[in-house]
């Protein structure tokens, strides 16, 4: 039998945020809030089957580009400690089966100045995915959310 190759990584992304935890808590509690800073841009559709932030729940998005086969992730959440942290899984497959599996931790840390956030993901990247390829995805999606706080903060 052939294995098809599974690279493993840890990927780790950490950010000073000009937000409260509360805040920056909040933009990740929220399907409204996620649905506006994380879009992958034009081009792309995402939209939740399923959003229930809560210990034992579960979450479905969609994502991919517009009129092609999407992308779902799924998300189950195993702990949430408001303003300080959030542990989940998460696959996500394709139309040709899984392409990724693995567990994320995001953490808040009050500063003077607002919030370090840290997002650590440590997952199985089989044929078709990379750790590279999550690691962009992320800090755009960081991005994304930094530009999030600022036009709030406005």
Same mark, same amino acid.
């Given at each position: 039998? %052939?294995?098809p190759d599974i690279d493993h990584a840890t990927i780790v992304l950490e950010r000073s945020l000009a937000a409260a935890p509360s805040e920056v808590f909040a933009a990740w509690s929220s399907r409204e809030a996620l =649905? /506006?800073?994380?879009a992958p841009g034009d081009g792309w559709d995402m939209a939740y089957r399923a959003f /229930? $932030?809560? *210990? #034992?729940h579960t979450d479905i998005l969609t994502f991919g580009p517009v009129g092609a086969e999407p992308y779902v992730n799924t998300v189950h959440y195993h702990a949430i400690r408001a303003d300080q942290f %959030? *542990? @989940?899984?998460? &696959?996500v497959s394709h139309e040709t089966g899984l392409l $990724? +599996? #693995?567990m994320v931790l995001l953490e808040l840390v009050q500063t003077a100045s607002g919030t370090d $956030?840290? =997002? &650590?993901? &440590?997952g199985f990247y089989l044929e078709g995915d990379s750790p590279? #390829?999550?690691?962009?995805g992320w800090a755009a999606m960081l991005d994304g959310l930094t530009a @999030? =706080? +600022?036009r709030r903060a406005a």
């Amino acid at each position: 039998m %052939i294995m098809p190759d599974i690279d493993h990584a840890t990927i780790v992304l950490e950010r000073s945020l000009a937000a409260a935890p509360s805040e920056v808590f909040a933009a990740w509690s929220s399907r409204e809030a996620l =649905l /506006d800073w994380s879009a992958p841009g034009d081009g792309w559709d995402m939209a939740y089957r399923a959003f /229930d $932030f809560r *210990v #034992g729940h579960t979450d479905i998005l969609t994502f991919g580009p517009v009129g092609a086969e999407p992308y779902v992730n799924t998300v189950h959440y195993h702990a949430i400690r408001a303003d300080q942290f %959030i *542990v @989940y899984s998460s &696959t996500v497959s394709h139309e040709t089966g899984l392409l $990724f +599996a #693995g567990m994320v931790l995001l953490e808040l840390v009050q500063t003077a100045s607002g919030t370090d $956030f840290r =997002l &650590t993901e &440590t997952g199985f990247y089989l044929e078709g995915d990379s750790p590279e #390829g999550h690691k962009e995805g992320w800090a755009a999606m960081l991005d994304g959310l930094t530009a @999030y =706080l +600022a036009r709030r903060a406005a």
